[in-house]
Nanobody, 114 residues
């Protein structure tokens, strides 16, 4: 059974940092391209950052320069750190695993107060 379990969300003040983690099980983690997506109320889910199985990273313009995605294949985890958080970063953040199949976590809420 495939599981992607996100953690690290919460309520933070604007300007602070947050580190989200996603623990994967049931997949050959090193073969998967991993990503973080987010969905704000009333909006479509959008890409935040991805990291390929080779370690190549990609960021949406909204977080470029403020976010760092990383993976640890030994621990089957992918992390996302966002600095200088803004109220517009408020959303449910989802972990995604993509290779031959695509899997989603259940999400973790991030709320940034101004």
């Amino acid at each position: 059974q495939v599981q992607l379990v996100e953690s690290g969300g919460g309520l933070v003040q604007a300007g602070e940092s947050l580190r989200l983690s996603c623990a994967a099980s049931g997949i050959i983690f090193s073969m998967y391209h991993m990503g973080w997506y987010r969905q704000a109320p009333g909006k479509q889910r959008e890409l935040v950052a991805t990291i390929s199985r080779g370690g190549t990273t990609n960021y949406t313009d909204a977080v470029k320069g403020r976010a760092t995605i990383s993976r640890d294949n030994a621990k089957n985890t992918v992390c996302l750190r966002i600095d200088s958080l803004k109220p517009e970063d408020t959303a449910v953040y989802y972990c995604n695993a993509d290779w031959r199949k695509n899997f989603w976590g259940q999400g973790t809420q991030v709320t940034v107060s101004s």
